[in-house]
T-cell receptor, first 115, second 112 residues
């Protein structure tokens, strides 16, 4: 059974640009959550999608957005990039909303560097 | 904010048991204790969870005190591959709209 797949794994952008990250959940999983990980702030929740609807959102500015498609694949977008957006962006999938059983399956992440 | 307190780092000799403590003194009756770990440059990995009874799976054992204010994750025979950051998280069961909140975790170093 394939795990959570995130693309691209690494990318470099400059300030002011935008970026789109993709996440393919485990087959059969309908919930996708996104987290940002930085050395200073650790793992922080961005948002969660279930059945193409955003169900929960963390404390991030509106520059961070996402969506989920009918096949449960998800994308997140960051517009007007800032240096502080440099981070590892992690996607996690679960069978039910929010990982009702508490078990989230994480991908290996997309490492974004903003210059 | 995370509702748990963990030591920032611990060392363990290879082959010995690694006992990772977690304090969650404000845990509510409907909150479970979850453990995840993150090996360098990988996404977090689910290990185990429990409510009030001790739990064991192929990866680890979870011991929760009777008052549920603290718990210990036990890796019975630590290997070098267990070197990782271990996160203890409390979260209500079945709370689909409550995200996992990660604290700073414990960095476990398994030494040969």
């Amino acid at each position: 059974k394939a795990g959570v797949t995130q693309t691209p794994r690494y990318l470099i952008k400059t300030r002011g640009q935008q970026v789109t990250l993709s996440c393919s959940p485990i087959s059969g999983h309908r919930s996708v959550s996104w987290y940002q990980q930085t050395p200073g702030q650790g793992l922080q929740f961005l948002f969660e999608y279930f059945s193409e609807t955003q169900r929960n959102k963390g404390n991030f500015p509106g520059r961070f957005s996402g969506r989920q498609f009918s096949n449960s694949r998800s994308e997140m977008n960051v517009s007007t990039l800032e240096l502080g957006d440099s981070a590892l962006y992690l996607c996690a999938s679960s069978v039910a909303q929010g990982g009702t059983a508490g078990e989230l399956f994480f991908g290996e992440g997309s490492r974004l560097t903003v210059l | 904010d995370a509702k748990t307190t963990q030591p920032p780092s611990m060392d363990c000799a290879e082959g010995r048991a690694a006992n990772l403590p977690c304090n969650h003194s404000t845990i509510s009756g409907n909150e479970y204790v979850y453990w995840y770990r993150q090996i360098h440059s990988q996404g977090p990995q689910y290990i185990i969870h429990g409510l009030k009874n001790n739990e064991t799976n192929e990866m680890a054992s979870l011991i929760i005190t009777e008052d549920r204010k603290s718990s210990t994750l036990i890796l019975p025979h630590a290997t070098l591959r267990d070197t990782a950051v271990y996160y203890c998280i409390v979260r209500p069961w079945g709370s689909g709209n409550t995200p996992l909140v990660f604290g700073k975790g414990t960095r476990l170093s398994v030494i040969a």
